[in-house]
Structures are given as structure tokens and as C-alpha cells.
């Protein structure tokens, strides 16, 4: 589901305009099932820039929920961004990287050519809560050696709240997280029934991901778990929480990716064949995965492939 409203393009011409995507539920799995909210991809829009997945959990009582353990998976032609808000997870994955997802710490991981990893709440965790998101890699770069950055990024202060950026740059802060095409990602903390007004990159497109209070992008409103969408053209980006709480948000932002994708599981390449390839690949267990240490479940199994070819999502 999604509705459209204008917005100030910036240029005084109005002629900008707000689609609000709608979540729709997605169950992980597992015995109990912990559920996310999924805003991208959608039959009404494939990416935001390179963004081309978002989750967003919680906040969950992992004792009611038994939190997140995925099992070692597989991973090409895409970087995970993980972002928490409460919460811990424990990462590992076949490069050897050993790490801890925080709130307000940046985890980056490069699938590239392939990459295998876990992600496992950690035992002291009573509260899990934040986001996943997938980048994806363009074709020039996508089957880069697999890799993982982690970024603390310091917390900028706004007339009327604070942001934490980290990915590109935004509000006078420039995250160093090396990404492969013009990308923004930022957490915004929004005080009470205050507005904030930002200066973009007119060349990008972006997304304002709602977590909690309810936000006006321009004069359209965007609620919890929904997604705002403006096309490129505005040069500024006016939030406002109308709330009588703390809103949250994240911005996400990018250049327009102009290349088709085939997106099945956890895989991104190019056309069937790409998918096949990679899917083969992980049942076979090939050198082009590595091997996760240190998780005591087995590797998740890739689903069949559809009876029909996988074809690439539109561009929109």
C-alpha cells in the first residue's frame, strides 16, 4: 500500500512529491518466529538510491520472541547494514570478522562476490530493536572481495534534535564508511513538536524510515513503521514531530540506481543465471563462501529455486 502527497521541491515549485510505503509483516522463522516489518522491496518500489531491503523489528521481549539467531547464510552482490536501537547482536562471518552490533554503532558488511555470516542477540539482550538493510553493489563493483566495517559515528546536534550519520554525509558530518555508489544513511532523533529543516543533495533520492512518534515529511504525514519517499530535485528535507515524545527516524538516500536487479533470498546479482549460480554455489559448498566459526547450528539451506525464471524488479 502507498499514497502519494506533494512537497516543497525546494525550487518553489511544489511539484515534489511524498509516496508513503506501507510495512507488511514478515515472519524470520524459527520456533517462535520473531516478525519484522518490511518496507523494501515492494511491487510499488524496488530502491531507494542502492537501498534496496529494509526490516525494521522490535522493540521485542526476546523472552517472548527467543530474539535472533540466524544460522551461517550466504551473501552476494550487496553490503548489510545492521543499526540497532536497543539491544545487542553477536556477528561473525567467514572473513574472520568477530563483532558486536550496538546502538548507534554502525556494523557494514561486503557480500560482494560472497560473503557468509551469523547474527545471534546476545544472551544479556531483553529488548531487541533496530533495522536491517541491504545496499546494492552496482555492477562495477560487484563482485568485490567480501570485507566489514564497523563506525561509531558521533552525534551531531540539530536545531531541534540530533542526528548520527553513518553512511555520507549530512548536517555538517561525513561518515568514513567506504560505499560503492552516493549513498546517505542517518539516524534522526526529533524533540517534541519541533521541525527541523536539512539540506540534501539534489541529485538524490530519499527515504524517511519512521520508528517511533509521528512524523510530517514536508506536510505529508508518515507514521510509525511507514516509509516517506521524495524523488530527486529538493534541496532541502523539512521534518517535523508532531508528537509529544521523542520521534526517531532513519533517512536514507542515494543517487538513482539505474541498474536492473534480480533479487532472490539473500542473493542480488543480475539475471537467473547469476541466482542459480550462487545457489549452487552455497548447496556445494564452495571456497566462494568461506566458513563461519564459532556458531553451533548448521548452515542455512537455500530454498528451490521457482519453476519459473527469476526476472529482474523494475527500477522503480
Same mark, same amino acid.
Given at each position: ?13 511544489? @511539484? ?7 510495512? =507488511?509483516?514478515? &515472519?524470520?522463522?524459527? &520456533?517462535?518466529?520473531?516478525? /519484522? ?6 511491487? !510499488? ?16 521481549? $526476546? ?37 558486536? /552490533?550496538? &546502538? ?11 560473503? !557468509?555470516?551469523?547474527?545471534?542477540? *546476545? +544472551?544479556?539482550? *531483553? ?7 541491504? /545496499? ?8 568485490t572481495e567480501r570485507d566489514f566495517q564497523h563506525h561509531v559515528p558521533e552525534p551531531v546536534h ?17 561518515? +568514513?564508511?567506504? @560505499?560503492?555508489s552516493p549513498l546517505l544513511g542517518a539516524e534522526l532523533l526529533l524533540d517534541p513538536h519541533t521541525s527541523v529543516t536539512?539540506? $540534501? ?19 505529508? +504525514? ?47 546479482? =543480475? !539475471? ?13 559448498? !564452495? ?24 526476472? +529482474?524488479?523494475?527500477?522503480?
Amino acid at each position: 500500500m502507498h499514497r502519494t502527497a506533494p512537497v516543497d521541491d525546494g525550487q518553489g515549485n511544489g @511539484t515534489a512529491r511524498v509516496e508513503v510505503l506501507s510495512a =507488511r509483516d514478515v &515472519p524470520l522463522g524459527g &520456533p517462535r518466529a520473531m516478525t /519484522v516489518r518490511r518496507t523494501l522491496p515492494q511491487r !510499488s518500489r524496488t530502491l531507494i538510491g542502492a537501498w534496496c531491503f529494509a526490516d525494521h523489528y522490535g522493540p521485542d521481549d $526476546v523472552a517472548e520472541t527467543g530474539g535472533m539467531d540466524v544460522a551461517p547464510h550466504p551473501h552476494t552482490g550487496l553490503q548489510t547494514v545492521s543499526w540497532l536501537f536497543s539491544g545487542e547482536i553477536e556477528h561473525r562471518d567467514s572473513l574472520g570478522s568477530h563483532a558486536f /552490533v550496538r &546502538p548507534g554503532e554502525l556494523n557494514l558488511m561486503t557480500g560482494g562476490h560472497g560473503i !557468509s555470516h551469523t547474527e545471534v542477540s *546476545t +544472551p544479556g539482550t *531483553t529488548i531487541l530493536h533496530g533495522a536491517q538493510l541491504w /545496499v546494492a553493489l552496482p555492477e562495477e563493483h560487484r563482485h568485490t572481495e567480501r570485507d566489514f566495517q564497523h563506525h561509531v559515528p558521533e552525534p551531531v546536534h540539530l536545531d531541534g534534535g540530533e542526528a548520527r550519520v553513518f553512511l555520507g554525509a549530512l548536517a555538517g558530518d561525513t561518515s +568514513p564508511v567506504r @560505499t560503492f555508489s552516493p549513498l546517505l544513511g542517518a539516524e534522526l532523533l526529533l524533540d517534541p513538536h519541533t521541525s527541523v529543516t536539512l539540506a $540534501v543533495d539534489t541529485a538524490f533520492e530519499h527515504g524517511v524510515l519512521v520508528d517511533q512518534g509521528t512524523i510530517r515529511l514536508g506536510d505529508t +504525514p508518515v507514521l510509525r513503521a511507514e516509509l516517506g519517499y521524495v524523488g530527486p530535485g529538493p534541496d532541502t528535507l523539512t521534518l517535523t514531530n508532531t508528537s509529544d515524545d521523542m520521534a526517531r527516524l532513519l533517512l536514507l538516500g542515494g543517487t538513482p540506481f539505474e541498474e536492473e536487479i534480480v533479487m532472490w533470498w539473500n542473493f542480488i546479482g =543480475r !539475471s537467473h543465471e547469476d541466482i542459480a549460480q550462487a545457489r549452487q554455489d552455497w548447496e556445494n559448498a !564452495s571456497d566462494r563462501f568461506g566458513e563461519v566459526h564459532g556458531h553451533p547450528g548448521d548452515r542455512l539451506p537455500a530454498p528451490e529455486l521457482p519453476n519459473t525464471r527469476l526476472r +529482474p524488479r523494475g527500477l522503480r
